[in-house]
């Protein structure tokens, strides 16, 4: 039996040796973070899913891409903020990664504000980055992501650091009203990961 918290409160560094090990053991995802590099796209990031459940499968042997849906790209250009401009990233993404077991989903932060408040219903300030989205992440066990360098180093973004990951805890962040979000994704992850903790969203809003 894997010890899967073996992670669990060690040092940020330790934390964030290990979640780079198991990034680039995965083939799907180092093939995406190339791909990426290769496109230049501004500010660009690998994010969420693609990354917590694969560290959540190496540290419990479970098959690669359980849970993984899809993999989640940020890049940030607010020079064209324009949706034909995101839309061709979006098409050039789709021939670059057409061959992967699981699509790759390209966004551009810098439009969110533009359709967040009627898809989710709630205001959303404007963006200045890529990493910026990760810290109004519902749960703070999902809000990492990770950008290979052109000297092959890998950048690590993870704004409430590792260790919620690593303790397979899922943790909420109330800074916007994701309560039924965290929910949600809570209760889909309990269902493929056992020994996930689930934090339930606070009552009272934190300040």
């Not at 791909?35 to 230049?40: E, I, M």
């Not at 839309?87 to 077991?101: G, Y």
Request: hydrophobic share 45%.
């Amino acid at each position: 039996m894997s010890n899967h918290l073996r992670y669990s409160g060690a040092s940020a560094d330790s934390q964030s040796k290990a979640l780079e090990a198991i990034i680039r053991d995965q083939a799907v995802l180092m093939v995406v973070l190339v791909g990426l590099r290769d496109l230049a796209l501004p500010d660009h990031l690998l994010v969420a899913g693609a990354i917590y459940n694969q560290v959540w499968n190496a540290l419990t042997d479970r098959p690669t891409l359980t849970g993984v849906n899809d993999i989640d790209v940020f890049y940030f250009d607010d020079a064209d903020i324009g949706w034909d401009a995101e839309d061709r990233v979006i098409k050039t993404c789709e021939q670059r990664f057409a061959n992967l077991p699981v699509p790759v989903q390209v966004r551009n932060q810098a439009r969110v504000h533009l359709w967040f408040e009627d898809k989710f219903g709630s205001p959303f300030t404007p963006l200045s980055s890529s990493a910026e989205m990760l810290g109004r992440y519902a749960s703070t066990s999902h809000a990492v992501g990770a950008r290979l360098n052109a000297d092959d180093s890998m950048t690590i973004v993870a704004p409430f650091g590792l260790d919620d990951l690593f303790s397979f805890r899922i943790m909420p962040n109330p800074v916007l009203d994701n309560r039924a979000l965290h929910t949600k994704k809570c209760a889909q992850a309990k269902a493929i990961w056992p020994e996930l903790t689930v934090v339930p969203w606070p009552d009272v809003p934190q300040r």
